[in-house]
């Protein structure tokens, strides 16, 4: 039973546009999500995160969007760059649980110059 | 900061014998690591979490007396793949709480094990 998915694994976009990364998750107990961006043969580094009490989390061009009701996250790059070319995890954790994460599949993004 | 340092990078084992992954917290202190498992094209899947001075918890269908932990000191976990198998090839990863605050987990570059 995957409690964190990310249905699209691979997002190609043009370098300068907008690139949209979806996640959905089941579990309502989860109260903090995160994003991690990977490079292959290296470890995930984090990108950028959201509390469940807040529907909007912005850093420079990244912004994460979450949508309780749906149960509903998405991560926006603007302007995508061709360095943004990685797989991004979408993360989450339930409150209290020694900060134990949950991952998605993860979207391998393709930004083409 | 937040600089969790991980190794080998890559390890080439005969069948049946051992293999320890170390993973280390460089400009922190780890109270907790947790040690991941990633097949290819699939999520990262937790494998235990590593508390200091204590028993490692190990998910639901992970072998304990297969993957050893030890969690010696407040800036060191160890993963020991115990008598491998070529079904235990894989890209194992650690990560430690701490470091950019207490929501976020700060990963190793991770270990490629491959089992001949």
């Known amino acids: 039973d995957q409690q964190v998915k990310q249905n699209s694994p691979s997002l190609s976009v043009q370098e300068g546009r907008i690139s949209i990364l979806n996640c959905d998750y089941t579990n309502s107990m989860f109260d903090y999500f995160l994003w991690y961006k990977k490079y292959p043969a290296e470890g995930p580094t984090f990108l950028i995160s959201i509390s469940s009490i807040k529907d909007k989390n912005e850093d420079g061009r990244f912004t994460v969007f979450l949508n309780k009701s749906a149960k509903h996250l998405s991560l926006h790059i603007v302007p995508s760059q061709p360095g943004d070319s990685a797989v991004y995890f979408c993360?989450?954790?339930?409150?209290?649980?020694?900060?134990?994460?949950?991952f998605g599949k993860g979207t391998l993004l393709t930004v083409n110059p | 900061g937040a600089v969790v340092s991980q190794h080998p990078s890559r390890v080439i084992c005969k069948s049946g014998t051992s293999v320890k992954i170390e993973c280390r917290s460089l400009?922190?202190?780890?109270?907790?690591m947790f040690w991941y498992r990633q097949f290819p094209k699939k999520s990262l899947m937790l494998m235990a979490t590593s508390n200091e001075g204590s028993k490692a918890t190990y998910e639901q269908g992970v072998e304990k007396d297969k993957f050893l932990i030890n969690h010696a000191s407040l800036t060191l976990s160890t993963l020991t793949v115990t008598s491998a198998h070529p079904e235990d090839s894989s890209f194992y990863i650690c990560?430690?709480?701490?470091?950019?605050?207490?929501?976020?987990?700060?990963f190793g570059a991770g270990s490629r094990l491959t089992v001949l």
């Open positions: 990560s430690a709480s701490g470091g950019f605050g207490a929501n976020v987990l700060t």
């Open positions: 993360a989450a954790r339930t409150g209290g649980s020694n900060y134990k994460l949950t």
């Open positions: 400009d922190f202190q780890a109270t907790t």
